[in-house]
């Protein structure tokens, strides 16, 4: 089930330096009816321009000169409160913007030293290029008055890729009038058709963070259907092609790893060093082709994810951290589902270098020890992304060795397969029409060399897909997917495959699903058809249905939860982004939500109702209550039959304060119950104080209460081979404290720390076994059974990741890394504060210490 509590589709969130969500369409006669133009200076040869944010050369003072800045937020259309002055120059290599923020007030400019690509409320220049003139793609350039810099990549015409990162320089200065800035931005830099004419899309924002203000040229309306395809013209360009096309990224890693002495284990090293090198490659194949590549790449300075408990059947999803895969990611997007959290679909790059899938099944016993690698090694990773002929296109490639396990019994020294080498292949095209509306295609492939140690894998798995976004005039579109998937492999993979909890074959009380141990391939099918409003001024709305056939199956390389679905959404939201006297903005959304599976079975029902509010002191407070009724969970036993679930009312709210103050709070609460014993409350404080501008502290706990009156536990054969399905009273308690220190000494150096302790304790009681699955009254449902186990578990954790940045020489940087986890699960199932916080930094750690250094250089 999903519920909406933003925008639909592709909604930015905090645009332009702000947080607040996109707005109403612009009043009558605020937009004019012809594009915005402006005339970039072509500088002579043999002149050049300092970048020092004087603004004294000659070429500013005779380029032509832009004022006309209109008010996007608080209230669009007037004029600006501060005035803004804008010029642009160019030569064979760069592109020059110089902009002059006047203010009468310089000693109330804020500008916070944070590291690069760090949003801080701050006061903010921007510049948007779109050098294919698209309407669609465009390269965000941005600067604070603390010379800090961050940019982004924008695709879809509203979607930000923030991982994107570009050599480029600008300086900026505080005077007496204001503030200045001066951006040189290299053309190897851009993506652009030398022949295709002589004009850019442009456009430029400017956030005065005391005001809360943004002001841009030209106009950006809030309410319209996109973000680039608002932009104007630049225009006087006479460009060649770039003359440097190669970009190459070596870099050297040192690393000591140091885990606790294991005495007796022959494969335990309790210190193991280390050291590797590595090569990224950037090269324009053609000036709207880019080939990016990485050649035995090291993440080691990526954050570790949260720890979490995951007592339902499906997997959990992480988002992507690692910088290779998430430049440029947009271009392979192709959703399969999408509700408030991330989108998940055909590919899913976490895949690639995935912890190997058979070290769990490693043998154990008295004097056996094992060690297999926590992740799979990539040996290298190609990407192909840009445009040919009005076509987006994406090409990805990577490869991963087989990777083996030690395995010590007694004087017996082997080694077992626990991934094969696999290789990995992702084609995205997309045809783009003048009107936002896109007809497109992907495929994937997954190809593993099976051996008898890993016959439980398939040998292959294969995707495909088209989708479309039909824009029907500027408010409406017609969107949805079709996509195909076959996987084939041994009889115990594809057995395997069929029992898995996101098919669930096995099903004794299933017509429309039955296990069959023959088979050597698994095929399946999805789509969605979706009906949107996608801009207007006070009401936006979208309805859509889709299916996932029960042997749909992208998990070798794609996300996918569950198969074995028809659902319907209905989505509608009421705004209203005129200011009045202490309200800023103001949502309203509702949602109606139902699925089914191929058996008809009612999976999910129910619906909900959530309202925003963001104040003229930017504060903002929102809330919701959801209603789900009684449904049917095909996957509660994890294979054996479904059975009715109670329904769950739920109500939830959070308040979010001035983030332009030196102490911001924000907040989370939620509770619900079903009306059977079951309930939940949550509790999510956290603050952030900024004592300095170049230091921010952050605290935050999520406390999390749960009573789940019939938590599955297993299934238990008795002496007669009758099976019983178990169930017990879980009282659940779990905290995380989260805390971030950011310290910046300067733009190009800073030091990160992050840590969390994590405690979840679950206690089972009155156990239960399922006997009346489909009983109305829940009462009948279950009869009370003598289960003999301990499930009960105490699961602490402690993950800490510490960085320090030095971009020595731009593109070129240091990283020393610090990061260290703790973990230790014990079957006690009380939970006890100050005790299992104690245990938590009584566990033996591991640590990693790490040293990488990069070099950039540009051909």
Known sequence: MTYRIAEAGAVVMALLGTSQVFGAMPRPGAVAAAVARMEAAPLPEATAIRLDAE???????????????????????????????????YDRSNLYVAIRAF?????????????????????????????YHDRRTAYEFGVNPAGVKQDKYWFNDGNQDESWDAVWDVAVAIDGEGWRAEFRVPLSQLRFNPNAGDTFGFAVTRYVARFNETATWPLLPRGASGFVSSFGELGGLSLGRSTKRLELLPYGVAEVKTSPRDEGNPLA?????????????????????????????????????????????????????????????GVFRFDVDCGDGECTGLFYSRRIGRPPQGAGDLPSGDGIFTAAPTQ?????????????????????YAVTPEERASIVAGSLRTTAVVEPATSYSVVRARKEFRDQSSVGFMTTATNRQISSDVQFLPGSAYTGGIDWDWRLGRRYSLGGYWAGSTVRGDVEAVSRLQQNNRHSFQRPDASHVELDPTRTSLDGHSGRLAFSKIAGERVRFNSNIGFKSPGYEINDLGFLRRADERTVNNWIQFRDNTPSKHVRTFILNLNQYAGWNYGGDLLWSGGNVN??????????????????????????????????????????????????????????????????????????????????????????????????????????????????????????????????????????????????????????????????????????RYATFGYGGNPDFNYKSFRTT??????????????????????????????????????????????????????????
Do not use: C
């Open 376 to 396: 799979s090694t990539i040996v290298g990773a190609a990407k192909l992304t840009g445009r040919v002929k009005g076509f987006s296109v994406g090409a990805l």
């Open 611 to 780: 309202a925003h509010a963001t104040f003229t002191n930017n504060w903002r407070i929102g809330g919701g209550y959801n209603l789900n009724h009684q449904e049917f969970d095909d996957r509660l036993t994890r294979g054996g039959p479904g059975g009715l679930t109670a329904g769950y009312r739920t109500v939830w709210t959070y308040v979010n304060g001035d983030d332009r103050q030196p102490v911001v709070f924000n907040g989370f609460l939620g509770f619900g119950s079903d009306g059977h014993g079951s309930s939940f409350r949550e509790l999510g404080p956290y603050v952030t104080v900024r004592p300095k501008s170049f230091l921010s502290l952050s605290a935050g706990i999520r406390f999390d209460r749960r009573l789940q009156d019939s938590q599955w536990v297993e299934a238990v054969t008795d002496a007669d081979g009758g099976t019983h399905y178990a169930f017990g009273r879980l009282d659940q308690t779990t905290v995380a404290f989260t805390g971030r220190v950011n310290y910046t000494i300067l733009p190009t150096l800073s030091i990160q720390v992050y840590a969390e302790p994590f405690v979840s304790a679950g206690d089972y009681s009155k156990f239960k076994e399922l006997v009346q699955p489909r009983a109305r009254r829940y009462e009948d």
């Open 103 to 131: 203010d009468p007030e310089p000693s109330r400019i804020v500008g916070h030293l944070t590291r690069r690509d760090v949003w801080s409320p701050s006061d903010w220049l921007r510049v948007f290029i779109d050098s």
């Open 269 to 329: 090293d309790a210190v193991n060093p280390s050291g590797s090198m590595g090569l990224d490659l950037k090269f324009a194949v053609t000036p709207g082709l880019t080939l990016t590549s990485t050649i035995n790449p090291d993440f080691g300075q990526v954050e570790a994810d949260p720890a979490v408990v995951n007592l339902t059947a499906f997997e959990t999803f992480f988002s992507e951290r690692r910088p290779f895969f998430v430049e440029g990611s």
């Open 802 to 859: 510490n960085v320090l940045r030095w971009e020595y020489k731009p593109g070129s940087a240091l990283f020393i890394v610090w990061q260290q986890a703790r973990e230790d699960t014990v079957d006690r199932g009380d939970f006890r504060f100050g005790h299992d916080f104690g245990d938590v930094f009584g566990v033996a750690g591991t640590n990693v210490f790490l040293v990488k250094l990069s070099y950039w250089l540009n051909y």
């Open 55 to 89: 603004l004294s050369d000659r070429a500013w003072q005779t380029a032509p000169v832009t004022t006309e800045f209109v008010q996007r937020e608080p209230r669009e259309g007037a004029a600006p409160t501060l005035k803004t002055e804008l010029r642009v120059a």
